[in-house]
């Protein structure tokens, strides 16, 4: 589903992403976990254009994500993003902000989009808070809404670039919740995330990231039980004992 060769990206002359290579398959999740600076950020965001890349190729079911001539809205209309920070219209309602895009992107007739909508806030546990601005949401609500905002595009990928990392340590659950009811469903996902028990329970492969480079892409058991490399262990053992 998901295809990245041999991809590298410069700021300057400085080298933040040396020659990543990974395959994703189609109702896989994977978690691109390692320290701060190790590139996680910048390589869930190059995968659907919202980083630029100077060498290799990242390609979405069949399609070059860095082409030329790759229509870059549409390509995005079938891949969600989730932010750290919400990003949700501070003057729209929760349902106004999930239904915006299917009407003004896809052209669906409003009442089907809102019902969608409707249908989705109330899936994630926000039924009662359609009609709210999100001034008056939680963060973990706020996030939820961004997940269903993501979801209404009916999106063949779904990206997390740290859903949980700006939010109170009792909010992360229901994000994390709604991420997993989203994996029983077959969706294909890329999540970036500190949060390892979650890595461990949900992910199909861990893709361990330092300075830059993939160092270890394997199952969570065997990832977090007996990882091969000493930069994952010294890694780990920060994390795992803190």
Do not use: W
């Amino acid at each position: 589903m998901i295809s990245i060769k041999d991809v590298s990206k410069y700021y300057g002359n400085h080298k933040v992403l040396k020659n990543i290579h990974l395959e994703i398959p189609q109702s896989h999740i994977y978690a691109l976990i390692g320290p701060s600076g190790a590139g996680k950020s910048t390589l869930i965001r190059s995968i659907n254009a919202l980083e630029s890349i100077q060498e290799g190729e990242i390609t979405i079911d069949g399609v070059q994500v860095h082409a030329k001539n790759t229509d870059i809205n549409k390509l995005r209309s079938n891949v969600g993003f989730v932010f750290q920070s919400f990003n949700l219209y501070p003057h729209l309602t929760a349902l106004q902000n999930v239904s915006i895009a299917p009407i003004q992107v896809k052209k669906e007739n409003k009442e089907q989009a809102e019902e969608k909508a409707k249908a989705l806030l109330t899936s994630l546990g926000l039924g009662a808070k359609i009609s709210s601005f999100p001034g008056q949401l939680s963060g973990g609500q706020q996030q939820r809404v961004a997940i269903a905002r993501a979801l209404a595009m009916d999106p063949k990928v779904m990206l997390f670039d740290e859903p949980t990392s700006a939010l109170d340590p009792e909010m992360i659950k229901e994000v994390l919740d709604a991420i997993r009811n989203l994996a029983s469903t077959g969706m294909t996902m890329v999540v970036v995330t500190h949060e390892m028990g979650f890595a461990r329970e949900i992910c199909n492969e861990i893709v361990f990231m330092a300075d830059g480079k993939i160092v270890e892409v394997a199952p969570p058991e065997k990832f977090f039980t007996n990882p091969d490399t000493e930069r994952a262990k010294d890694f780990l053992a920060k994390v795992l004992n803190h």
